[in-house]
């Protein structure tokens, strides 16, 4: 059962790299197995079936991958095409009085240099007048934003102060402390 | 070209005949838009677009070392004439901008002009200088005139005395306009050398240019400062209003084609404003506007150019799949009484200034201004803004403006630079909000409506743009759900209604008298939420098809090469929540929307439609309780109700997707895998490779419509 998965998935990676886009699968394809575990996750054992019924076609597939018509690919009944999902995410941060706090949480501005932590605001999932020290929401992660930012905005007697982390998110959940 | 003139050609010439005389210069081979402005003691030619205040400089020559003034344009030949102080006498100038001296004849009265302009009822030029002495004077410019160029004195400056740097015919009638030093509006009857004062406009100065345009708007330039301002000459009480901010100069001389339309049709090189009317957004209304000048200041990266605006609800960007509105972000909400945290994105540095209409009374008022000039620079400027404790809770709109010049109001033109205008919503409590997809992205919603029959797999039988919002309080209880649109493309032929539905919402909870619903900007009498108990469903349309009648050979909208089609269909929903519905309770986005029915034909699948009862949802999304069962498992679905799976063919393809970008979908008869190579992978691998398969950049550009 093993060594059929590997082919499976090892196949399907020589299609994605292949495609008549140009686009090769991003590099975060490796963290996409979160993108795949959306609410519809099913038991491995009903995956591997599958991919067992469909590997004499895919096994004759050429390392140039060949135009597949929509109603000829082989498609798990329980994959839902989500493009998204949702992540749990905590926030929590120390507060002083008299001061106000806006969070928000937006997909990271890739255009800034590497060592800079910087959000891209046309992109943000979420934003919020914090009341309490510890917050709790959901948001929905489009699967083509890969990194997440979140900032924390302090304001004090007409001033103001904000501080930016990456946040990182595994398996459908993320938590950044301030 | 520089052109030297030696004084004896002049004066040796006598009276000119139009058989003997060379033109040097070609005239104007029609009626231009920009105003025309001479400055600067050697003259210098300037084309004004005086609905912004934009100049440009057209000569730098003249070839002349000294002024050109009393201008005019003359509609007869398409010349401009005016009054050289270097060559003492009237010139005309072709489009090359150079002058030419004209031998006068008569009683030359040995001034020096600097108020004059050329008729259009009849082809002459009126000068006129106030005092004893001189006064008002007629030059004939028609050459087959018997006092061609002949000096004719019409009143003398005694009678006719007034302070005035420029004037202008009017376009309709044969009258002669101008404001002088003292702000006072004079109307002069040039046949008997009448002057009228129609009152005092509210502004003084020198103002050395003067124009019409077509509507009979008078436009006055102040020297000092370069103020523009417009004058509605026929009021009971006309009142100069602040137009536009063109080049200042302590020289100054105007002309224009009266007969031109301020702004030239078919043009777009003015950015206006998109909020609703009220707000001083048509030209009209003298709304603000920007001149969109090459390399010139932006917000964001997007901008359009249009004639006039279209204020909301015809907002050009409404049907566009990019949103020129990108350059201002509210990154924090907007709460009554407290700061807001706003991020100007600024191509370079200038100047910004904001207006809220926090008192939701439909207009920018002045104590509204919550920025006012203030530095920007290139890249991202925040600002922290305050909202009044007694800002009116609820949707209104904001302008923010964005130029080198300071001192815009929110109303008028400026020569540089850009407006966005933002709706925003402003809250009474601490609240939070999620964006799907994000906060200034669109999802895009794609059919195929042939279900339960398979269909070609282009997924456009229906594409819809959206955004949602989900805005909950401090508690993280709902307040409100907001979804926002429109309808993309139709490649379908069967009718169909479009809803969404808030899975596990009970409808108790919505605050029903309160939702707000749109369709092409027209707030609907009747509430979207359809009467069934215990299922929140919002039904958009009941009939999409309705709105995109078919028109001439193309058979869709947005699908087929080449045919853009007919029709609209926005929309613009608000749901409020009544006290209590947890957001953890509340669906996911993008939630469940679905297309249904309508009872017009859906053959060949149904000889009978089955109306409401067909629904065609995402895959394995359950139907609301109006879907007819018995439509399982006909044709090509596979549908297994007790194992969850809906919706899906036998090789598990959907009849609908929900992608969270503004998609672009394919052409008629293209199949989804074909256009977007990297789809087959992804839907093959369950989602673990490929998932930016609907990007542009993974997209065949060429099978896109």
Redesign the interface.
């Known amino acids: 059962m093993k060594s059929s998965i590997v082919i499976y998935?090892s196949v399907?990676?020589l299609?994605?790299c292949g495609?008549?886009?140009?686009?090769s699968?991003?590099p975060?394809?490796s963290t996409?197995?979160s993108?795949?575990a959306?609410s519809?996750e099913q038991p491995s054992s009903t995956?591997t079936e599958i991919a067992s019924s469909?590997q004499p076609e895919?096994n004759s597939e050429t390392e140039q991958?060949t135009?597949?018509?929509?109603?000829?690919?082989?498609?798990?009944?329980?994959?839902?095409?989500?493009?998204?999902q949702?992540l749990a995410v905590t926030i929590e941060t120390s507060m002083v009085s008299g001061s106000?706090y806006?969070a928000?949480i937006?997909?990271r501005d890739l255009t800034a240099a590497d060592d800079q932590i910087a959000a891209d605001?046309?992109?943000?999932?979420?934003?919020?007048?914090l009341?309490?020290e510890s917050t709790?929401?959901?948001?929905?992660l489009?699967?083509?934003?890969q990194q997440l930012v979140t900032?924390l905005?302090q304001?004090h007697q007409?001033?103001?102060q904000?501080q930016r982390q990456p946040l990182q998110f595994y398996d459908g959940a993320a938590t950044v402390m301030f | 070209m520089n052109r030297a003139y030696s004084k004896h050609i002049l004066y040796g010439i006598g009276l000119a005949s139009a058989m003997s005389w060379q033109s040097q210069a070609t005239p104007f081979t029609e009626c231009p838009t920009p105003a025309f402005l001479v400055q600067k003691n050697t003259a210098e030619m300037f084309g004004v677009n005086l609905a912004t205040g934009y100049y440009q400089t057209l000569a730098s020559n003249m070839g002349t070392s000294g002024k050109v003034n009393a201008m005019g344009f003359n509609l007869h030949d398409n010349y401009m004439y005016g009054w050289s102080r270097e060559f003492a006498t009237l010139v005309r100038i072709g489009a090359d901008y150079q002058i030419e001296p004209l031998a006068l004849s008569g009683n030359d009265p040995k001034l020096t002009f600097f108020v004059g302009d050329v008729s259009l009822a009849e082809n002459a030029q009126y000068l006129y200088q106030r005092g004893s002495g001189k006064g008002l004077y007629r030059v004939s410019l028609d050459a087959s005139a018997t006092d061609y160029l002949q000096w004719q004195k019409l009143v003398d400056g005694d009678s006719l005395n007034i302070n005035i740097f420029d004037f202008a015919f009017h376009p309709n009638r044969h009258e002669l306009y101008s404001v002088d030093s003292n702000g006072r509006l004079w109307m002069i009857d040039p046949q008997s050398g009448n002057a009228s004062q129609l009152g005092n406009v509210g502004q003084t100065g020198t103002f050395g240019a003067v124009y019409f345009d077509v509507e009979g708007t008078l436009y006055i330039s102040r020297n000092k400062d370069g103020l523009i301002f417009r004058i509605d000459v026929d009021a009971d009480q006309p009142v100069a209003e602040l137009f536009a901010q063109g080049p200042s100069s302590s020289n100054n001389d105007g002309a224009r084609c009266a007969i031109a339309p301020i702004v030239e049709p078919g043009s777009a090189d003015i950015d206006f404003g998109d909020a609703p009317a009220s707000y001083g957004t048509l030209l009209s209304d003298n709304g603000a506007r920007h001149q969109l000048a090459s390399a010139q200041l932006r917000l964001?990266q997007q901008v359009d150019g249009e004639v006039d605006a279209k204020a909301y609800p015809q907002s050009d960007d409404a049907g566009f799949w990019f949103d020129d509105e990108?350059g201002v972000?509210f990154?924090?909400?907007l709460?009554a009484g407290?700061?807001f945290?706003m991020?100007v994105?600024a191509s370079a540095s200038g100047f910004v200034s904001g207006w809220f209409d926090t008192n939701g009374n439909g207009q920018f008022d002045a104590n509204e201004q919550l920025l006012a000039d203030a530095p920007v620079t290139s890249g991202?400027n925040?600002f922290?803004l305050p909202v009044p404790a007694d800002a009116v809770e609820g949707e209104t709109w904001s302008r923010i403006r964005f130029s080198s010049v300071t001192g815009l109001a929110a109303t008028g033109g400026a020569p540089d630079g850009e407006v966005e205008d933002h709706p925003i919503y402003i809250s009474d409590q601490?609240?939070?909000?999620?964006?799907?997809?994000?906060?200034?992205?669109k999802a895009t919603l794609a059919f195929e409506d042939n279900w339960p029959m398979?269909g070609d797999?282009d997924l456009n039988d229906l594409v819809v743009r959206f955004q949602s919002r989900q805005v909950s309080d401090?508690e993280?209880n709902m307040v409100r759900w907001e979804l926002e649109g429109e309808v993309v493309a139709m490649g379908a032929s069967f009718h169909n209604g479009l809803a969404f539905r808030l899975s596990g919402v009970d409808p108790a909870n919505i605050d029903q008298s309160l939702i707000r619903f749109e369709v092409n900007g027209e707030l609907q009498s009747q509430s979207p939420l359809e009467p069934v108990a215990g299922e929140a469903v919002l039904v958009l349309s009941s009939d999409l098809k309705a709105h995109f009648p078919k028109q001439g050979s193309c058979d869709f909208f947005r699908t087929e090469q080449g045919c853009h089609g007919s029709g609209s269909f926005s929309f613009s929903l608000r749901v409020p929540f009544k006290d209590g519905l947890s957001?953890?309770d509340f669906p996911?986005?993008?939630y469940d929307p679905f297309i249904f029915a309508s009872q017009q034909s859906r053959s060949p699948v149904f000889e009978v439609s089955p109306g409401r009862g067909l629904e065609i949802h995402?895959?394995?999304q359950q139907p609301t309780t109006m879907a007819d069962v018995s439509l399982w498992n006909l044709l090509d679905d596979?549908s297994?109700p007790s194992?969850g799976?809906y919706y899906?063919?036998s090789?598990?393809?959907?009849w609908a997707?929900?992608?969270?970008?503004p998609w672009q979908h394919p052409m008629e008869r293209v199949?989804?895998?074909?256009a977007?190579?990297?789809?087959?992978?992804f839907?093959?691998?369950?989602?673990?490779?490929?998932?930016?398969w609907?990007?542009p950049?993974?997209?065949?550009p060429e099978l896109l419509y």
């Open positions: 998935f399907f990676a299609l994605g495609g008549g886009g140009g686009g699968s991003s975060a394809a996409s197995t993108t795949g959306t519809n995956k469909t895919t991958p135009e597949v018509a929509s109603d000829q690919l082989q498609i798990d009944a329980n994959f839902d095409f989500d493009h998204q949702q106000r806006f928000t937006c997909a605001y046309s992109q943000c999932l979420w934003q919020a007048t009341v309490n709790l929401t959901t948001v929905v489009p699967a083509h934003i900032e905005w304001i007409g001033q103001y904000v | 964001g990108d972000v990154i924090s909400p709460q407290a700061d945290l991020v994105q991202d925040v922290l601490d609240t939070r909000v999620s964006f799907y997809p994000g906060l200034q992205q398979a797999y401090g993280n957001a953890n996911a986005a993008p995402l895959k394995n596979f297994q194992s799976l899906q063919s090789n598990g393809m959907p997707i929900v992608i969270p970008y199949d989804i895998s074909a977007y190579p990297l789809f087959a992978g839907a093959q691998s369950s989602g673990a490779i490929n998932s930016n609907y990007l950049v993974n997209a065949k």
